[in-house]
């Protein structure tokens, strides 16, 4: 059983930073690919940041520039640096994790097979 779960959330103020945590459990998924999406009231989940097996990277023309995701493989951890914050940045963010090792990171969301239960990230002007 593969279990993922976000931390790091939370209330902040325009052109703030926030770090989000994606702790994975279970099959070593940490070796795989991995992704952060997020969905915001009344729109469908889009694609934040992806990251390989090998650490190649991929943002969504949004957030370039301004989020940063990482990996540490011996924590079992990936992480979401989000600088400069923006009001429309505001949604539930998920973590999930793809059963495959893919040559570039990948923003679709089928390419996951599992996900965590979201944390939320609310910027206020």
């Known amino acids: 059983q593969v279990q993922l779960v976000e931390s790091g959330g939370g209330l902040v103020q325009a052109g703030d930073s926030l770090r989000l945590s994606c702790a994975v459990s279970g099959r070593t998924f940490v070796s795989k690919d991995m992704g952060w999406f997020r969905q915001a009231p009344a729109k469908e989940r889009e694609s934040v940041a992806a990251i390989n097996w090998s650490g190649a990277t991929d943002y969504a023309d949004s957030v370039k520039g301004r989020f940063t995701i990482s990996r540490d493989n011996t924590k079992g951890t990936v992480y979401l640096q989000m600088n400069s914050l923006k009001p429309e940045d505001t949604a539930v963010y998920y973590c999930?994790?793809?059963?495959?090792?893919?040559?570039?990171?990948?923003?679709?969301?089928?390419?996951?097979?599992?996900w965590g239960q979201g944390t939320q990230v609310t910027v206020s002007s």
């Open positions: 999930a994790a793809s059963i495959w090792a893919g040559t570039k990171a990948v923003l679709t969301t089928t390419w996951y097979n599992y």
